[in-house]
């Protein structure tokens, strides 16, 4: 059965920082660029992060870039979402995604393309 399980969300003061990961099973990631992407109360889920099958390509967000570096570890089976200097609007449930091997494009930001998820994270951000 395939899963991904996010952990390390919770509360945190603006300034502060949380780190996220998401554990797969039932597959290997060591082929599947990861993604996460998070949603506000009232808001469409947006993208934040994706990282590639090897690590050597990543894509952020414009409003996270610099602050919220993706790694991952295939041995592991697991991604990471270090945030850092959280902001309020920062504020949202997380989530894990797995991007489907059919697209093949750069572009690694459209949630349409992920074919697995988890069940979300969340992250509340106190000013």
């Known amino acids: 059965q395939v899963q991904l399980v996010e952990s390390g969300g919770g509360l945190v003061q603006a300034g502060g920082s949380l780190r996220l990961s998401c554990a797969a099973s039932?597959?290997?990631?060591?082929?599947?660029?990861m993604g996460w992407f998070r949603q506000a109360p009232g808001k469409e889920r947006e993208f934040v992060a994706a990282?590639?099958?090897?690590?050597?390509?990543?894509v952020y967000a414009d409003s996270v870039k610099g602050r919220f570096p993706i790694s991952r570890d295939n041995a592991k089976n697991t991604v990471t979402l270090q945030m850092n200097s959280l902001k309020p609007e920062d504020t949202a449930v997380y989530y894990c995604a797995t991007r489907a091997p059919t697209y093949s494009g750069s572009d690694y930001s459209k949630s349409y393309e992920y074919m697995y998820w988890g069940q979300g994270t969340q992250v509340t951000v106190s000013s």
């Open positions: 039932g597959f290997t990631i060591s082929s599947y660029t």
């Open positions: 990282i590639n099958w090897s690590g050597g390509y990543t």
